[in-house]
């Protein structure tokens, strides 16, 4: 009796078993197929790899440029590249080899101007910024056949960019990667201590021209998808969230890899369907990280 009572009660326990895992497996299978709908178009696949290949290159320009005092040199490119992508818009087909160099002569120009301590650093990315937006705004004013919206170089769209631009963002993540990787150790020595690092006898001029350069390349691929509003904000973000969590300089290097990564595909996958703006979403959601890092932050040291 007691062999077929426990009989009985074994076929239910495996006949919810089996329920149960129809249901998970209905819900994966429906959530691949939501998956799979999401990505089998190719503006969003598109979308997605300029946007992990700028995570990345932000991700690793951040720490050199924020621990050092220069974070608002991507807010001062970004302005600059305002004025250089509408003056390529003007004068080619593809405006980006108009405006990489006409923006790395402005970030050059900067570096140039506070090496030398000719102008602040900070004054001098407001002279050369304002100057150029200004002049992005009389070629707007003056050219002819200008089709592009003042709201669409201000804000950016990610889902609309060219193929060209998929590459060159891959192209600069691979640049900046490869540069970070050879020169680790000398920019790192600059971001804590200068003076050692030209006792060393660091070239500090040259890698400082380079990061500038670089950092001018990034921010002109990423004003035409992310914005001129919001691109400075890629920069800054990472280093501040696991500057939060870290004191390792490498720790907060790869903490704010993930954090970017993260934020990056998580903003595309809510923009698109919400209809508003990639930038926009993804700025918000690093502001969401930032906040509950520092709001959890006293309780961790507890």
């Known amino acids: 009796m007691r062999l077929k009572m426990i009989a009985p009660s074994c076929m239910s326990i495996k006949r919810l078993s089996f329920t149960d895992l129809i249901k998970h497996f209905m819900n994966l299978s429906i959530g691949g197929i939501i998956m799979f709908d999401f990505f089998q178009y190719e503006f969003i696949q598109q979308a997605m790899i300029i946007g992990i290949a700028l995570a990345v290159s932000a991700a690793l320009l951040s720490p050199f440029l924020v621990l050092n005092q220069q974070a608002m040199i991507a807010d001062g490119l970004a302005h600059v590249s305002f004025a250089g992508i509408i003056l390529g818009i003007l004068l080619s087909e593809e405006a980006l080899f108009i405006a990489i160099p006409f923006v790395m002569l402005a970030s050059l120009l900067i570096k140039y101007l506070s090496t030398t301590k000719t102008i602040n650093g900070d004054a001098a990315i407001g002279l050369v910024s304002a100057v150029s937006f200004a002049i992005g705004l009389i070629l707007i004013k003056k050219g002819e056949g200008f089709s592009v919206s003042i709201e669409?170089?201000?804000?950016?769209?990610?889902?609309?960019?060219?193929?060209?631009?998929?590459?060159?963002?891959?192209?600069?993540?691979g640049l900046i990667g490869a540069f970070i990787l050879l020169s680790y150790r000398k920019l790192l020595l600059m971001t804590y201590d200068m003076d050692y690092a030209r006792f060393s006898k660091i070239n500090v001029q040259f890698y400082g021209y380079l990061l500038s350069g670089l950092t001018a390349i990034f921010i002109v691929v990423g004003v035409r998808t992310i914005g001129t509003l919001l691109i400075s904000a890629f920069v800054v973000f990472p280093s501040i969230i696991s500057s939060q969590l870290t004191k390792s300089f490498k720790n907060t290097l790869l903490l704010g890899l993930i954090s970017s990564l993260f934020v990056v595909i998580v903003g595309i996958f809510i923009a698109h369907p919400l209809e508003i703006p990639v930038g926009s979403t993804i700025v918000i959601l690093y502001a969401i990280i930032l906040l509950i890092v520092l709001t959890m932050k006293p309780l961790w040291r507890k």
């Open 152 to 173: 669409s170089m201000l804000v950016g769209n990610i889902f609309t960019a060219t193929q060209t631009e998929m590459w060159l963002s891959i192209i600069i993540m």
